[in-house]
């Protein structure tokens, strides 16, 4: 079942999260985008009353008036991988992101695993941020024209970009 995150699932979320990445720094980009109020969304995936996989989507300033979205990050309690749980959640994000606002998305990350999403570097191409010009930056259109012309984005400080 995925659902959003709620306060309750902190704890269980930064857990998942470090024992995902095996290390405390995801966790604490989770724990920081919340605590600075850039936190978008969040939604869970529980299996047998256990949070199981966990994504967050937080919002980005942009030279323009709409609103782009930064997902970061997607991870999946290592008994759970490979079973489609993580794409599950991208899926059900990509769904709910034009709920919050989001008319675009990035992510940095494996370009063979979110291209399966739509997202794509070239269509990032025109994004000035840290990021630009890697493989691994992506974007995703929500709406139309969103990446059609040059874009400058900021990322929250917890990202530490």
Not at 15 to 43: I, K, W
Not at 74 to 89: D, E, S, T
Request: charged content about 20%.
């Amino acid at each position: 079942m995925i659902r959003y995150a709620a306060a309750r699932d902190h704890a269980a979320i930064s857990q998942l999260v470090e024992q995902a990445f095996g290390r405390p720094a995801e966790a604490r980009l989770v724990e920081g985008l919340r605590a600075n109020e850039d936190a978008m969304f969040e939604l869970v995936a529980e299996e047998a009353g256990e949070i199981a996989g966990h994504i967050m989507f937080s919002r980005l300033w942009a030279d323009r008036d709409e609103l782009y979205a930064a997902l970061a990050p997607l991870a999946v309690r290592p008994k759970h991988q490979r079973k489609g749980l993580g794409a599950a959640l991208v899926r059900a994000g990509l769904e709910s992101a034009p709920q919050f606002g989001a008319f675009g998305v990035l992510v940095l990350g494996d370009p063979a695993y979110y291209g399966r999403f739509g997202f794509s570097a070239a269509t990032a191409a025109q994004v000035a941020s840290p990021w630009r010009g890697r493989p691994a930056f992506m974007a995703l259109a929500l709406g139309e024209g969103a990446f059609d012309r040059p874009l400058s984005v900021a990322y929250p400080d917890a990202f530490g970009a």
